[in-house]
Structures are given as structure tokens and as C-alpha cells.
């Protein structure tokens, strides 16, 4: 290789400092301010909640269903509190998209009956609608057994709902999802329980693990209703823990379960279930949270 000459060296070394010079410390990452007019415009993260969403589904049981709200024994999906469409229910969809949207806009894949484990199969159904909310509620069924002893184990109540949520993650990993509390079935009990017909309705075989011999206050019954009581406040703390696991989910905060419902907003075909007036709370619930600046 042929050896550079002092002259030719100087003049290289001369021209790279010249460069250097005009592009400054920012060739090497330095904090030089950039040219008047070259500035990257500031891009505002996008929130990790949105509180508009245009698409809602509802997942759960009886109670997304409006069972008994309208009659006898029967489902009344026109007055849920999650995607009906009577005036005074004014549900969350409704108070959401409006009432022509919340038509087509919403969709309630919720079953009467339904358990815990059935709410990824209804996970799945909804995630094909691609909606931007997904409410769930559900878990008063896994409490309500023929005995205490037959209850879904904490354990199993996680699994089946973490399942739930994995189904929505795969399909729809920025999809939101507001998760209602279990009720308070002891003090639905209490309530309902000072009304003759209800007990009647009672017999059938509505949730017997808290309302079997709704009138017994022994040891043995009150242990009983004690124990359902208890598991009802371990299936809230599952909500609550794999729900916080996740940017896009929002809990209740317990507000269903302690929200105070009386005959009023109770049924009064069965005393047990929310009547109309108890879905119109339940919704208000549900929008403040889901409408809320921080969760």
C-alpha cells in the first residue's frame, strides 16, 4: 500500500473535521438541538382504557339474561342490564352507543344456568363479533348448588375464568373487558325471604345451596348460608386478582356485591333475581366504572 504524503493527510483530516463540524454531536447521538422545521411531532401514547367503545358483548348468567325480570321463570334479554333495550333499564349499551347503535352494536351470549366453566365457550362466541367491550358476570351459579359441599372450588373458579380471559387475549389482545362482583346471595336471601311467594318460587330449585329452608336460622342452617357467604367473597378476590393481571380489564371493585338491594329491586316472580329496577342499577354501576377517568 502506497504511504499518504503529510499534504494529503492534513487535507483529509481538515475535510472530516468540516463534517463533523456541520453535522455536530447529533451524528453520534448528542443533544443538538435539530434545524427549525425537523422536529418529530410529539405522539401521545394511546390510553390503556377507552372509555367510548363502539361494540359491546356480554358474557355470564341469569342475571345478563334479565331471568325473571319479565315473567315467570323466563329469560327477559330485552331488559339486562348489559345489552337491553328497554327505556327503564337504559342499559350499558344503550347509555354507551345509543340506542340505534346499542341494536347493532351489541350482542348477549350470556345463558341462564350458565357456570364459570362455561364462559370461555361463550368467550369464544363473542371474540368472532370482534367487539371493543366485553363484559363478564358470572359466578353466583358456581355458589348456588344443591349443597355447599357441590360449590366449583376456588381453585377451578381461577382456571376457568383465567381460560376465559386467555380466549379473548388470543383472539383480541386490545379488547376491554369490565368484570362485574358475584351479588351478596345472603343478604338477596334476607330480603327475599319476607315475601311468601318468593319462597314458594324458592322451592323449585332456585340456588338451594343459600335458599333451601329459607326460613331455618339453626346452627347448622345459618353455617350453611355462612359458607356460601364466604365462597361468594373467594370468587370476588379471583375476579379481582386476574383481572388486575391484565392493562385492558377493569373490576367493579365489589360494587354489585355491595350494592343493597331491596324488594324493590328485586324480582317479584321469584324475590331473588334482579327485577327491572335492580338491572337499571346494575347498569348505572357498570357505566361508572367502565366510563370512570381511572379504574
Request: aromatic share 6%; with cysteine.
Amino acid at each position: 500500500m502506497r504511504r499518504r504524503s503529510h499534504r494529503s493527510t492534513a487535507v483529509l483530516a481538515a475535510l472530516v473535521a468540516a463534517v463533523l463540524g456541520v453535522a455536530g454531536c447529533d451524528a453520534v447521538g448528542g443533544d443538538s438541538p435539530s434545524p427549525r422545521g425537523t422536529e418529530a411531532k410529539q405522539v401521545k401514547p394511546t390510553p390503556a382504557w377507552d372509555r367510548s367503545p363502539s361494540s359491546i358483548a356480554a358474557v355470564g348468567d341469569s342475571i345478563t339474561r334479565g331471568f325473571d325480570a319479565c315473567a315467570v321463570l323466563s329469560d327477559c334479554p330485552e331488559a339486562s342490564w348489559a345489552t337491553g333495550s328497554r327505556e327503564d333499564v337504559d342499559s350499558l349499551a344503550v347509555r354507551l352507543l345509543g340506542r340505534a347503535q346499542a341494536a347493532e352494536r351489541s350482542w348477549n351470549y350470556a345463558e341462564t344456568g350458565a357456570l364459570m366453566a362455561d364462559v370461555p365457550g361463550q368467550m369464544a362466541q363473542a371474540v368472532a363479533r370482534k367487539p371493543q367491550l366485553v363484559t363478564v358476570m358470572a359466578g353466583a351459579n358456581d355458589a348456588c348448588r344443591a349443597s355447599t359441599s357441590a360449590m366449583t372450588s376456588v381453585d377451578d373458579f381461577r382456571n376457568r375464568f383465567e381460560d376465559a380471559m386467555s380466549t379473548l387475549r388470543t383472539a383480541l389482545p386490545k379488547a376491554q373487558v369490565f368484570v362485574a362482583s358475584v351479588p351478596d346471595l345472603k343478604r338477596l336471601w334476607s330480603e327475599g325471604r319476607t315475601n311468601p311467594m318468593g319462597k314458594q318460587v324458592w322451592k323449585l330449585g332456585i340456588c338451594p345451596s343459600m335458599l333451601d329452608d329459607a326460613d331455618a336460622l339453626d346452627a347448622a342452617a345459618t353455617e350453611r348460608r355462612d359458607t356460601v357467604q364466604e365462597r361468594v367473597k373467594a370468587y370476588n378476590e379471583v375476579l379481582e386478582e386476574v383481572c388486575a393481571k391484565d392493562r385492558h380489564c377493569r373490576f367493579d371493585g365489589g360494587a354489585v356485591y355491595e350494592y343493597r338491594f331491596g324488594t324493590d329491586q328485586l324480582s317479584h316472580w321469584d324475590w331473588f333475581h334482579p327485577s327491572v329496577n335492580g338491572q337499571a342499577r346494575l347498569a348505572e354501576i357498570a357505566y361508572r366504572a367502565v366510563t370512570a377517568k381511572k379504574a
